[in-house]
């Protein structure tokens, strides 16, 4: 069962994004993920395919940013 969930972060740069990539890229069950970084709240937008919503905020916190559920 897919699940879009999204995120306010302060992942807002091409090299935010880079550092975040291995950290998510581990999660399994994330089948797509996007960070809007044109977007003020930098919008991060994870397809869901088994991953939860703890992992998700887990893995984007372990890489040093902020995360918030919306």
Known sequence: ???ELKFKTNI???GCVKA???FLS???GI???EVDTANPDK???VDLD???EEEVVNAVKKAGFTI???
């Open 50 to 52: 088994g991953a939860t």
């Open 20 to 22: 975040v990539t291995p």
């Open 26 to 28: 581990k999660v399994e």
């Open 12 to 14: 807002d740069c091409g």
């Open 1 to 3: 069962m897919k699940n």
């Open 31 to 33: 089948s797509k993920w």
């Open 68 to 70: 918030e559920k919306i």
């Open 43 to 45: 919008i991060l937008s």
